[in-house]
C-alpha cells in the first residue's frame, strides 16, 4: 500500500451550473380533459427505453465519469441533465392532470408494461462515444416526442411537448459542438 497523501478530490466544481435549454418560456401545464391513453403515452416519454428517466440517467453516469478529466463538458452534461428533468416533472404533472399514475412504469398499448430499468442506458467507456450515444439518444427523443405529437389530439400537451423538442434540438446542436472541440 502506498503512502497516503490526503483525500483525494474532484477539482471540477459544479456550484454555478444551471439547467441548459432554449430561453423560451413553457406552455402552461394543462389538459383539455382526462384521458388514460394519453396519460399512458406520456408515461412512456416519462420512463421508457427512450425517455426523460432514461436521458438523466446516462447523462447524470456520462457526467460522473468524465467530471475529473474533462470539466467542462461534464459541466455542460450536467447542465443538460438538469434540463432533463425539468421534462421529467413536466411530463409528471400532465399525467397526473390527465388521470394516470407516475409510478415509473410505462404503459405501451399493447399492454406489456415495463417498470423503468438502467438496462435501456447506453453506457460507452470513452467520452467520444459517451457524446455520440448522447446525440443518439436526444434524436430517438425527439422522433417519440413528434409520433406523439401526432397521436395526441389535445393542443395543451401537444404545445408542452414541442417546448420540450426545442430544448432536445438545441442539446443535440451542444453536443455536436463538444464533439467537434474533441
Not at 383539455?32 to 438523466?56: F, H, K, P, T, W
Request: include cysteine.
Amino acid at each position: 500500500m502506498g503512502e497516503k497523501d490526503g483525500p483525494l478530490t474532484n477539482s471540477c466544481s459544479f456550484a454555478n451550473v444551471k439547467p441548459i435549454m432554449m430561453d423560451l418560456p413553457y406552455p402552461p401545464l394543462q389538459v383539455e380533459e382526462r384521458n388514460q391513453y394519453y396519460a399512458n403515452i406520456l408515461s412512456i416519454d416519462y420512463c421508457g427505453c427512450v425517455s426523460e428517466m432514461s436521458a438523466i440517467t446516462q447523462y447524470i453516469n456520462n457526467e460522473n465519469r468524465m467530471s475529473s478529466e474533462k470539466c467542462p463538458i461534464a459541466k455542460t452534461i450536467l447542465g443538460i441533465a438538469m434540463a432533463e428533468m425539468i421534462h421529467l416533472q413536466k411530463l409528471g404533472e400532465l399525467i397526473f392532470l390527465l388521470g394516470g399514475n407516475i409510478d415509473f412504469t410505462a404503459k405501451h398499448h399493447n399492454g406489456k408494461n415495463r417498470m423503468w430499468t438502467p438496462q435501456y442506458l447506453t453506457i460507452p467507456e470513452n467520452v467520444r462515444n459517451m457524446l455520440l450515444a448522447d446525440i443518439e439518444s436526444e434524436k430517438a427523443a425527439i422522433n417519440q416526442y413528434q409520433m406523439h405529437i401526432k397521436t395526441i389530439n389535445d393542443a395543451c400537451i401537444n404545445a408542452v411537448l414541442a417546448r420540450i423538442i426545442k430544448d432536445e434540438e438545441y442539446h443535440i446542436m451542444l453536443l455536436e459542438a463538444l464533439l467537434k472541440n474533441l
